[in-house]
Every structure is written in C-alpha cells, then in structure tokens.
C-alpha cells in the first residue's frame, strides 16, 4: 500500500517561505511523477506543480511561477514544494500525489495516490 505523508505546512505572513515535504513508503519511490495540488475553502483541488520520475521536467500553474519551486529526493523517498513570496491567495490545504503513468500529470484524475495533506495558511 502506496502511504504519502506531507509536512511543513503553517501560519505565516504575506511575503514568507515556507517548504513542504511528502515522505512516500510502501513502494519505490522513483516509479512515480509527482504533483502537488492545493484546495481552498469552498473551491475545487486545483494542480500546483509536478515533476517527473528522475526530475528532469518540471510543471506549474502560472500563479506560481518564479515563486515555487517542486524538487524530490529519490534516494529519500521525499518530494519538496518551495514556497516563496506567499499570498494570502495561496492559503488552502496542500496535497501531494503520485502518478504511475508514463506522462507526468496535471489533473488530479491522472494521479493514483494522495496523502491527507498539509494546511498552510498565508496572513495580510
């Protein structure tokens, strides 16, 4: 059973950094694209960044671009989400998810595993 466990969400303010973590167990790690989505109040998941098996393509949605950064440790089992110059607009609860397909994902249909994710939550 594919686990996925994100971390390092929190309260900060406008203009801070902050960086998640997703910690993935129970199969090898660098079989899967990851992607990080996000869901605000009241909305619907939303995709946020991905990155491929060996990280050598990256994605984002232009919200965050120039401010996020998406990375993973394949020796750690460990995928990372940078996150500069934060909006009160990026406030939402933060979800990692792997991809067993041969194209990394944008959309959460294409992704087979989630975690219970991360809150983060940007003040004005």
């Known amino acids: 059973q594919v686990q996925l466990v994100e971390s390092g969400g929190g309260l900060v303010q406008t203009g801070d950094s902050l960086t998640l973590s997703c910690v993935v167990s129970?199969?090898?790690?660098?079989?899967?694209?990851m992607g990080w989505f996000r869901q605000a109040p009241g909305k619907e998941r939303e995709f946020v960044a991905a990155?491929?098996?060996?990280?050598?393509?990256?994605y984002y949605t232009d919200s965050v671009k120039g401010r996020f950064t998406i990375s993973r440790d394949n020796a750690k089992n460990t995928l990372y989400l940078q996150m500069n110059s934060l909006e009160p607009e990026d406030t939402a609860v933060y979800y990692c998810?792997?991809?067993?397909?041969?194209?990394?994902?944008?959309?959460?249909?294409?992704?087979?595993?989630w975690g219970q994710g991360t809150q983060v939550t940007v003040s004005s």
């Open positions: 998810a792997a991809d067993s397909g041969l194209v990394t994902g944008r959309t959460t249909s294409d992704y087979d595993y």
């Open positions: 129970g199969s090898t790690f660098s079989r899967y694209n």
């Open positions: 990155i491929s098996r060996n990280g050598d393509r990256l």
